[in-house]
C-alpha cells in the first residue's frame, strides 16, 4: 500500500514543495523515516504513531517506510506532522489521497489527536497560489494567516478525527470565511507633528527619507533622537500590497504576526539593544531564521546609543547595506533573506553626552576620542546624513505654533519617490542612495562654478571616493525635493552640512 501527500518546508525566505510517501508492506512491524531531516521532523515519528492511536485510529502491525522528497532539501520544522499522519492514513485506507491531490498540507499534531498551529503558513500559502494548487489545509489557529490570499481556498482543521470526516466526503467549495475587516489599512498611534523645534533634524529625516538614505544622529540625551526615529516610517510612503504581503511572509515564518491585524501593513521599526549578537541582528542559528535586518524589511533599522554596540556587531551590516539582503551558509545549505531597510542611528557625543556644551560635559578629551573612536570608518562611510541635535529650550516646548504633521511631509516624500521611480524605471533599483557610478555621471552632474567649489570641499573635508558619491547622491535627493532638474550649488552646500559633525568629531573623511 502506498499514497502521497502534498507538503511545504520553509527554506530561507520561500517554501518549498515536498512530497510525503508511504509505503506500508509486510514484514517486521517498524516506522522509519528517510529524507534528509533535521531532529525535529525525526521525532515526528513519535508524535504522528501516538497521534494516531489516541485519536482512534488502530493501524495494523505493518512495516511503515516514510519518505519525504526531494531528498536534497532538508526538511525542518513540525509542519510536515499533519501530512505524515495523512499519509500513513491514506496508505491504510482511511481515506481517499485523491481529494487532497490538489492541497498542500501543513500543521503539528499533538499526542492527543488535536493539531496545533505552526509557523511559515502565509508562504506555503503563497506556494499553494504558485504551484496553482486550489487550496490548503492548516491548522485552525493558522486559518486567518492562510485567508489573506482570497485566491487559495482554505480548510482549517482542529484534530485528526475532523479532518479524516471531512476528507471523507466532498472537500467543501467555500473557503474559511474571511472577515471582512481591512486588514490592509494602515495606521500609526504617533506623527511627526508631536515633534518639537530641532528644525535640522526634521529637515534630515525628510532628506533620509527622500532618497531612502542612510542617517546618524547625534546630541545629547532627551533633544528627541529618538522620538524623531521612531517617527520616520510615519513619513514614509505606504507599502504597496505585495511589499505588505512580503512582509508579512518574514514575520510568519518567525511566528510573529499579529492574530488580530494578521497582515504587516506598517513600515517596520526595529531597534535592537545594543548587546544584541550578530546572529539575533543579521539572522542565522543551527535551524537557520530571519534576524533584525530582516524584519526591518521595507522599513526602519534604528540603532540607538551606536558608539555603546560593539565594533564587530555593526561590521557585520555592511554586507547588507551593500546587497540588501543577507546570505547565509550552513551545513543543510545556503539561505537568502531580503535586507532591504533603511539604518538610522543615533549617538552621544561623548559619555556623559553633553559635549561640546563645556559648561555640562565633565569628560575628558581623550575619553570623547576613545567613545567617538568605538564607530569604525568603514561603518561611518556607509552613513549618507549626520545630523547634530540640540537641547531643546523651555521656549520651544511651550510654543503652540503647530509642526508640520507626518502626512503633509509624507505627500512630498510620495513625490520625490515617483521622480526616482520614473528615473530608475527599468533598473534593480529605486532610490538615489542606491545609484551606481554611470547613474552618478548621468544624474549627478555640476555645471563648471559647482565643481570647482565641490573640488575645493573636497580638499577640505578630505573626502574619500565613498564619501564624495554620497554627497552627490543626498544632493540629488535634496534637488528632487526643491523641483529642480539639475544639481545647483545650494543643494550641494547643503549635503555638505549634513557632513559638518562627521568632520568635527572624528577629523577624518
Known amino acids: 500500500m502506498y499514497s502521497v501527500i502534498k507538503t511545504a518546508v520553509v527554506c530561507g525566505f520561500e517554501s518549498l514543495p515536498v512530497q510525503v510517501e508511504t509505503d506500508v508492506s509486510d514484514g517486521m512491524p517498524s516506522f522509519d523515516m528517510v529524507g534528509f531531516l533535521t531532529s525535529e521532523v525525526k521525532e515526528a515519528r513519535e508524535r504522528v504513531r501516538t497521534a494516531l492511536k489516541n485519536a482512534g485510529f488502530r493501524l495494523p502491525a505493518k512495516k511503515i517506510t516514510i519518505n519525504l522528497t526531494p531528498a536534497d532539501v532538508r526538511k525542518s520544522g513540525t509542519g510536515c506532522d499533519l501530512p505524515m499522519a495523512a499519509s500513513v492514513l491514506a496508505a491504510f485506507g482511511f481515506l481517499d489521497e485523491h481529494i487532497l491531490s490538489s492541497y498542500l498540507l501543513l500543521g503539528e499534531v499533538g499526542l492527543n489527536g488535536s493539531i496545533l498551529p505552526t509557523k511559515g503558513v502565509l508562504s506555503t500559502a503563497v506556494l499553494a497560489q504558485k504551484e496553482g494548487m486550489q487550496g490548503i489545509v492548516v491548522p485552525w489557529e493558522n486559518a486567518r494567516e492562510a485567508a489573506i490570499l482570497d485566491t487559495v481556498k482554505v480548510i482549517p482543521v482542529k484534530n485528526l478525527k475532523e479532518f479524516v470526516q471531512i476528507c471523507q466526503q466532498e472537500l467543501p467549495e467555500t473557503c474559511f470565511y474571511r472577515e471582512q475587516q481591512d486588514f490592509w489599512k494602515t495606521e500609526y498611534d504617533v506623527d511627526f507633528a508631536e515633534l518639537r523645534g ?302 559638518n559633525p562627521d568632520k568635527n568629531y572624528w577629523r577624518r573623511d
Open 198 to 499: 530641532q528644525p535640522m533634524l526634521r529637515r534630515a529625516c525628510e532628506i533620509a527619507v527622500g532618497g531612502m538614505h542612510n542617517l546618524l544622529m547625534m546630541g545629547p540625551p532627551g533633544s528627541g533622537k529618538t522620538m524623531a526615529a521612531k517617527r520616520i516610517p510615519t513619513i514614509l510612503p505606504e507599502l504597496s500590497r505585495e511589499e505588505k504581503l512580503e512582509l508579512s511572509q518574514i514575520y510568519s515564518l518567525c511566528g510573529l504576526l499579529d492574530q488580530e491585524r494578521i497582515i504587516q501593513n506598517e513600515r517596520p521599526f526595529r531597534s535592537p539593544h545594543h548587546t544584541v549578537t550578530a546572529q539575533a541582528l543579521v539572522g542565522g542559528g543551527k535551524q537557520p531564521h530571519p534576524g533584525e535586518i530582516s524584519l526591518a524589511h521595507h522599513g526602519i533599522l534604528f540603532l540607538d546609543e551606536l558608539a555603546e554596540f560593539k565594533p564587530g556587531i555593526l561590521d557585520v551590516l555592511r554586507e547588507p547595506l551593500e546587497e540588501k539582503k543577507v546570505h547565509i551558509s550552513r551545513v543543510g545549505g545556503s539561505f537568502v533573506y531580503p535586507a532591504d531597510f533603511m539604518l538610522v542611528a543615533s549617538t552621544n557625543p561623548c559619555p556623559c553626552g553633553f559635549y561640546p556644551n563645556l559648561n555640562r560635559c565633565n569628560c575628558r578629551p581623550q575619553a570623547i576620542k576613545n567613545y567617538i573612536g568605538r564607530i569604525s570608518q568603514a561603518f561611518l562611510n556607509r552613513m549618507d546624513l549626520c545630523v547634530e541635535t540640540e537641547e531643546v529650550r523651555y521656549t520651544t516646548m511651550k510654543d503652540m505654533r503647530e509642526e508640520e504633521s507626518s502626512a503633509v511631509i509624507r505627500a512630498r516624500v510620495k513625490q520625490v519617490h515617483e521622480i526616482q521611480r520614473e528615473r530608475f524605471r527599468g533598473r534593480r533599483y529605486r532610490f538615489n542612495s542606491q545609484m551606481n557610478m554611470e547613474d552618478l555621471e548621468k544624474y549627478c552632474v555640476l555645471d563648471a562654478e559647482s565643481a570647482e567649489r565641490m573640488q575645493e570641499k573636497y580638499e577640505e573635508y578630505h573626502l574619500s571616493a565613498r564619501t564624495y558619491g554620497k554627497i552627490l547622491k543626498t544632493a540629488r535627493t535634496i534637488a528632487d525635493l526643491a523641483g529642480a532638474e539639475h544639481i545647483q550649488w545650494g543643494h550641494l552646500e547643503e549635503a555638505f552640512v549634513f557632513r
